[in-house]
């Protein structure tokens, strides 16, 4: 403790040196950071567990909602099939198929069947009756309502869809908060799709053990028909579905990893600073008793604590951003909500914190390995 | 009575580059308790090597240090920081006060590294800063005090851990007369009425002059013994 507190004041004596030294570490913790939280969502996203019991029935070959077109009276058929709880037909419009960072997808779905496939959804604010009520009524996720400023009662244009806002919704699905959703027969006119075509089929299934034998059962009955489908859990789908973004996310460890690097380097640099500029000092206090290992505390803590206050500023920061900023990536339909999480937090500071140890061993070996005597005549 | 400080046949010698060197050779010297010595010589002499010997900063080539019977030659490095924890205080001539640090967090250093509480350090503190005059000082920073002042808060820091050796090399050489006359009078005090053994190295005869003994090196050797003041 009293270690610390020596440790605390000695950042206080370049303060412009140590600011920025944290901002540096602030801006590559921020980058490290936002790059973990992608890969937390996209991990979310993809990687299945043993809750899973949503299968998604796709068009056999196709991967963009604008080719893949399924007949709607496919669901009379799948919810005989045994082990099927619930299935919803989907008629999706997409703004941009490509990987983009603003991405409007509409889900065309039968209103009256929307909640009870759903539950999770909330509406916030508006009416789920005024959804019911207007042909073009869409309820739109909170993430983007926020990010084209919608409230209830406006209306807004994109791929050609014209719809009226008549609710914001939340739900515990985080690809809800970036959707609209509309009646399913308003947008087959409104995309010129036409009535009966959907994009695909979501089924939820009793339990994720039935997962595999219901989507080859399902397979199995389009196998002839003129409509072949590809059937795959949620996660699988969406992880073969999304690939230009899972292989842009894929890219960004690399610039995670150089933001490490970069922490680094910078820690490092400062504390050989601190330590090169307090040679005598040091030795000083070794002359007063202060031991090696007492003195390589105090370097060591001094870079723990600009990792660490970097670190946190940068680390807050970026969950700070991805919450206020409700970015979302899209491919092929599919949105991925860049989400903040407590996971990357906590594992944001620890690196912080693990770099400023890191970073200053060697200073701190620099600083006690010197000769006593030859440390005080410098 | 044992000597505090008995130096049996010490050497010291190190090499640079191709040459060695031996600022000290087959040295001897008995310092008793209480005494304060003045180490006077020219540069290159080999006085403050003496010192730095004498307060566990370097090590001899050969001989025995002993220092209230224990021979310090022998102790490791990590031995020697923990023996001069406990036993030495050590003056300098630019005072080497931590900048951001106040006088009394100053003073509080050598204690750091004990297990004394808060109270007990602050009582030890003050009890030092009061001794050389500063009590009212405790809380300036050494950019807020003169040399001399300094030069003070150095000795409580030197002293505030109750060692009974304390070195002090040139403690004098950046003081105006006056201030270092004052701080001379203080070392004196600190020998005559606290038992402290004080070796002091200086340039200044008559800092030289203040100490008990006077001891003139030359070429690594003493060439001479000055006066022997008696204090009442």
């Known amino acids: ?378 | 009575m044992n000597p505090l400080i008995s130096i049996k046949s010490v050497t010291k010698s190190f090499t640079k580059g191709t040459t060695t060197i031996t600022p000290l050779e087959n040295l001897s010297l008995d310092v008793p308790r209480g005494e304060f010595l003045s180490l006077m010589g020219p540069s290159g002499s080999g006085k403050t090597t003496l010192l730095n010997l004498i307060a566990g900063i370097d090590t001899p080539t050969s001989g025995e240090i002993l220092i209230d019977g224990n021979d310090i030659a022998k102790l490791s490095r990590a031995q020697l920081t923990r023996w001069r924890a406990e036993h030495v205080g050590y003056i300098f001539q630019l005072y080497h006060l931590v900048p951001i640090l106040s006088a009394y967090e100053n003073v509080e250093l050598p204690l750091l590294l004990g297990n004394l509480g808060k109270s007990e350090r602050k009582k030890k503190i003050l009890s030092a800063l009061d001794l050389v005059g500063l009590g009212d000082r405790a809380d300036h920073r050494p950019s807020e005090l003169s040399g001399g002042q300094e030069q003070r808060v150095a000795i409580a820091r030197a002293i505030v851990h109750d060692p009974e050796l304390l070195v002090a090399d040139e403690p004098t050489g950046d003081l105006d007369r006056e201030s270092a006359d004052s701080i001379l009078n203080l070392l004196d005090t600190l020998a005559t009425k606290h038992e402290k053994t004080i070796v002091m190295v200086t340039h200044d005869p008559k800092a030289s002059a203040s100490a008990h003994r006077a001891l003139q090196l030359e070429k690594g050797q003493f060439i001479e013994e000055g006066h022997l003041l008696t204090h009442a």
């Open chain 1, 1 to 378: 403790m009293k270690l610390l507190i020596l440790a605390m004041k000695n950042l206080t004596r370049n303060r412009l040196r140590s600011v920025l030294t944290i901002a540096g570490v602030a801006a590559g913790m921020f980058l490290y950071a936002s790059v973990q939280t992608m890969q937390h969502s996209l991990s979310v996203a993809t990687q299945s567990s043993a809750d899973d019991t949503t299968l998604v029935v796709y068009r056999e070959n196709r991967f963009c909602p604008s080719t893949s077109r399924l007949p709607e009276h496919y669901l009379s058929t799948i919810k005989r099939i045994p082990g099927v709880k619930e299935v919803i037909p989907i008629q999706i419009a997409v703004n941009n198929c490509g990987a983009s960072l603003d991405v409007i997808t509409f889900r065309g779905v039968p209103p009256e069947t929307l909640k009870q496939y759903n539950p999770g959804i909330t509406v916030i604010d508006g009416s789920f009756d005024d959804f019911l009520n207007r042909t073009d009524g869409a309820l739109v996720g909170q993430h983007l309502a926020e990010r084209r400023g919608l409230t209830p009662g406006d209306k807004f244009e994109a791929v050609g869809v014209n719809v009226t806002v008549a609710g914001i919704i939340t739900s515990d699905t985080p690809q809800d908060e970036n959707v609209a959703y509309v009646h399913l027969p308003f947008l087959q006119q409104a995309s010129r799709i036409g009535l009966g075509i959907v994009t695909q089929f979501n089924v939820k299934v009793d339990s994720s053990d039935q997962l595999q034998a219901v989507s080859d059962k399902i397979d199995e009955t389009f196998q002839a028909d003129q409509q072949p489908t590809n059937t795959r859990p949620e996660k699988a789908f969406f992880a073969e579905t999304a690939k230009q973004m899972i292989e842009l996310i894929g890219f960004t460890r690399w610039l995670g990893l150089g933001a490490v690097f970069a922490v680094l380097g910078l820690v490092a640099n400062a504390v050989l600073l601190i330590v090169r500029g307090r040679v005598k000092e040091t030795a000083i206090l070794q002359t007063l008793g202060f031991s090696r290992i007492a003195i390589g505390v105090i370097v060591i803590i001094e870079g723990v604590l600009l990792g660490l206050i970097g670190g946190l500023a940068g680390v807050i920061g970026a969950m700070g951003f991805f919450k206020f900023k409700a970015f979302t990536l899209g491919n092929e339909g599919l949105t991925l909500a860049l989400t903040p999480s407590a996971s990357v937090t906590i594992s944001g500071l620890g690196v912080a914190m693990a770099l400023g140890l890191l970073a200053s061993l060697y200073p701190a070996w620099k600083a006690t390995s010197r000769p006593l005597v030859e440390s005080l005549n410098a």
